[in-house]
């Protein structure tokens, strides 16, 4: 039976290979935009899942610091695929992914472990953002202000890894996407904030372009994801 079951999985591969010739997927390449947290935690997945189907289709990543560049990214046809906030505008054709959660970043033992966060107890601490996320900064602070809070914001810095750094060594608290913050360093507190706040991470193409197949076959994937 081995050999019977061989040779049905190299039909299986040959019928494949000629189903992926017929709709031009048999060479090419996606061009996607994204920022680092994407990039690192999403991507490297979805990649793998599709050039096992497509193993003969290039992925090309690039990084960019913030979601409005991925856009632009877009716009300028630098990329076909880009991740990004929702929502957007109505230039994109767009699909909802996943929603990712602001937490509380808090230094070592400043808070019990089964100990819930106050908007008092947050507020006390001295805040540290990423000055190369204005829109992160500006949805945590529209939330801040809903509840009668403001952001004291005592560390501005130009990387995650830093921020996380400081706030191991207890130097101030911070508010960030789960996925941005990841990996999260031993010792750090997190929570949820007093009240949730979340983010809607979706995927992005120009609407009305005109796109190879191999780039909605990599739509495809991510909707098996």
């Known amino acids: 039976m081995i050999q ?4 049905i999985l190299y039909l299986l ?17 996606v061009r996607v935009a994204c920022v680092r947290s994407i990039a690192t935690h999403v991507l490297p997945e979805v990649i793998a899942r599709f050039r096992k189907k497509f193993s ?8 960019y610091d913030r979601y409005a560049e991925v856009e632009q990214a877009l716009r300028e046809n630098q990329a076909d695929v880009g991740f990004t906030l ?3 505008t109505t230039e994109f054709d767009t699909r909802e992914l996943f929603r990712d ?11 019990t472990p089964d100990e819930s966060l106050s908007w008092q107890q947050l507020a006390g601490y001295p805040m540290i953002v990423n000055i190369r996320s204005p829109q992160h900064n500006k949805t945590v602070q529209a939330h801040f202000l ?16 830093t921020i ?6 207890g130097l101030g608290a911070a508010v960030m996407a789960r996925l941005a913050a990841q990996p999260i360093p031993e ?6 904030l007093p009240v949730p706040l979340e983010r809607i991470i979706g995927v992005a193409i120009l609407a009305d372009a005109l796109l190879p197949r191999a780039v909605f076959a990599f739509l495809d994937i991510l909707k098996i994801g």
Do not use: H, W
Not at 146 to 161: A, H, I, M, P, W
Not at 164 to 169: F, G, N, P, R
């Open 4 to 7: 019977e079951a061989r040779q």
């Open 13 to 29: 591969e040959v019928i494949q290979e000629k189903a992926n010739l017929e709709k031009g997927l048999q060479a090419g390449q």
């Open 56 to 63: 003969k289709i290039s992925v090309v990543i690039t990084e």
């Open 86 to 88: 929702l929502p957007t």
């Open 101 to 111: 959660e602001f937490v509380a970043l808090l230094p070592p033992k400043s808070i």
């Open 146 to 161: 809903k509840f009668g809070q403001t952001l004291k914001v005592n560390y501005e810095v130009r990387e995650d890894s």
């Open 164 to 169: 996380l750094s400081m706030v191991k060594q």
């Open 187 to 192: 010792g750090i507190e997190m929570r949820s």
